[in-house]
């Protein structure tokens, strides 16, 4: 069983910085494409960035283009998303994702439980 766990949300004021992990266990992910997905009180859940079985293929939702960089450690079996110049509309609880390398949530098969990113003016 796979099991996902996001840590690194928090608080933190327009402008600042927060850098999100997800650790799996039950079986190693290296053959599988990560995601980050978010989703905001009262919305779908969307897609945030993706990075395939090989690091140098990245995509990202154009709203975070530029600003969010998304990464990976095969060997600790990890993801990252490091998140700059954080806008209050980037305050969402975010999940951690394997799956396809798509920007489809239903592509995704494995999920962790969330973490809660809050960004004030």
């Known amino acids: 069983q796979v099991q996902l766990v996001e840590s690194g949300g928090g608080s933190v004021q327009a402008g600042g910085s927060l850098r999100l992990s997800c650790a799996a266990s039950g079986r190693t992910l290296s053959g599988d494409a990560m995601g980050w997905f978010r989703q905001a009180p009262g919305k779908e859940r969307k897609f945030v960035a993706g990075?395939?079985?090989?690091?140098?293929?990245?995509m990202y939702a154009e709203s975070v283009e530029g600003r969010f960089i998304i990464s990976r450690d095969k060997d600790k079996n990890m993801a990252f998303l490091q998140m700059n110049d954080l806008k209050p509309e980037d305050t969402a609880v975010y999940f951690c994702?394997?799956?396809?390398?798509?920007?489809?949530?239903?592509?995704?098969?494995?999920w962790g439980q969330g973490t809660q990113v809050t960004v004030s003016s």
């Open positions: 994702a394997a799956g396809k390398y798509t920007l489809l949530s239903k592509d995704y098969v494995y």
């Open positions: 990075i395939g079985r090989l690091p140098v293929n990245t």
